[in-house]
């Protein structure tokens, strides 16, 4: 308790009170925090949007029959489903962080560090931080990776429209031209019609599903890698506070034991002191 921060307060403890209360801000793990939730917002609100857009044009235009994209409905309903525990997940993961660098950077700041306990319960809970947010570095890495994929296809697919539309494109049959989806994987070989040419193929990137999942698809895989960005941001501010925490520990253990040298000596002094007192 300050009394800078008492009821009322002057303008000059007021201001003191602040710059205090700043100076205990994690502004690293702030940025990060902010990062996270950005990115993670953009990868799951925008890849649910994307993924159903994705099934209605498949529907509509490359698989007609049900049966035919019955697993694949079932993949994107999964795939939503993970997209929903990944959001609820890292707001809370990222939440816990933040508190984390709260508690580091105020047990620095008010040298809390000297209690040998509290210093290594902090650096336990630190490195574990460290490691889960290495694995979820590693593991956002591949969904980075993953969510690339639909965007080269939906480019694809988007350049083959955008060269049989161009004026100057020497092309003697659109029909001939055709994107045949069956042979990504995403719809069996069986599945009717499969495949669009020509006009329909340019009808279909007209489309509102097909612009605005190719789009959605793109800010997705943009907030992947802010996300990605922003785990790495952890892991180098955890990675630091371990290595305070650690200073910590050995500061610790040498003012402890140059304080029993300095009582060690004292005593000495004192015994000395009353012997030669005892002479005289």
């Not at 993961?93 to 984390?100: D, K, N, R, S, V």
């Amino acid at each position: 308790h300050d009394d800078t921060c008492l009821w009322p307060p002057s303008p000059a403890g007021c201001f003191e009170c602040c710059i205090k209360c700043l100076g205990g801000v994690p502004y690293a793990s702030l940025v990060a925090t902010i990062l996270c939730f950005s990115g993670v917002a953009l990868f799951c609100g925008c890849g649910h949007v994307a993924l159903t857009g994705t099934l209605t044009m498949l529907e509509n235009h490359f698989s007609r029959i049900t049966s035919d994209h019955a697993t694949l409905t079932l993949v994107i309903q999964i795939f939503q489903y993970i997209i929903y525990g990944i959001a609820s997940f890292f707001f809370v993961y990222a939440i816990i962080l933040l508190a984390e660098g709260f508690y580091t950077t105020s047990a620095i700041k008010k040298e809390l560090q000297s209690d040998f306990k509290t210093t290594v319960c902090g650096r336990c809970i630190t490195a574990f931080f460290m490691f889960l947010t290495y694995i979820l570095a590693l593991t956002f890495i591949a969904i980075f990776g993953f969510t690339a994929i639909p965007v080269f296809l939906f480019f694809n697919v988007w350049t083959t429209c955008a060269a049989m539309s161009a004026p100057n494109s020497n092309i003697t049959s659109v029909d001939s031209i055709c994107v045949d989806v069956r042979q990504y994987g995403i719809i069996p070989w069986n599945a009717t019609p499969g495949k669009a040419c020509g006009a329909t193929l340019g009808d279909i990137c007209n489309t509102s599903e097909f612009y605005l999942s190719y789009h959605l698809y793109i800010v997705a895989l943009a907030g992947a890698g802010a996300t990605v960005i922003a785990l790495f941001h952890y892991l180098m501010i955890l990675s630091a506070n371990w290595a305070y925490l650690k200073s910590a520990v050995s500061t610790h253990d040498y003012q402890d034991i140059k304080t029993k040298d300095d009582q060690d000596l004292e005593a000495e002094a004192r015994s000395k002191e009353g012997q030669n007192s005892s002479y005289s």
